[in-house]
């Protein structure tokens, strides 16, 4: 059974970091590619950053950039998202994402863990 298990969510302080940690297990994911996404309260789904579990390039949004980190442990089969310097606008849901690179592509998700980012 596939599963994507995200902990690490809370309440922070403005400027304060956090982990999320995304544990996978149920299959291999050397073809996938390991992201994080965000939903906050009305709007939609957006990328924040991924890995790419064979490789290792990363990728981010502009809106987090130089504030959050990507980065995943092969041998423990998580993937992990150093947030630092939160913002209040990061507060959402966050879910972990799996997403097969080559055809046919493939998508796994998280339940989601809920960051919340007080001024």
Not at 7 to 29: E, I, M, N
Request: charged share 20%; net charge positive.
């Amino acid at each position: 059974q596939v599963q994507l298990v995200e902990s690490g969510g809370g309440l922070v302080q403005a400027g304060g970091p956090l982990r999320l940690s995304c544990v996978a297990s149920g299959r291999t994911w050397s073809s996938f590619r390991m992201g994080w996404f965000r939903q906050a309260p009305g709007k939609e789904r957006e990328f924040v950053a991924a890995v790419d579990w064979s490789a290792g390039r990363t990728y981010y949004a502009d809106s987090v950039k130089g504030r959050f980190t990507i980065s995943r442990d092969n041998a423990k089969n998580t993937v992990y998202l150093q947030m630092n310097s939160l913002k209040p606008e990061d507060t959402a849901v966050y879910y972990c994402n799996a997403h097969r690179v080559p055809y046919p592509p493939m998508d796994y998700w998280g339940q989601g863990t809920q960051v919340t980012v007080s001024s």
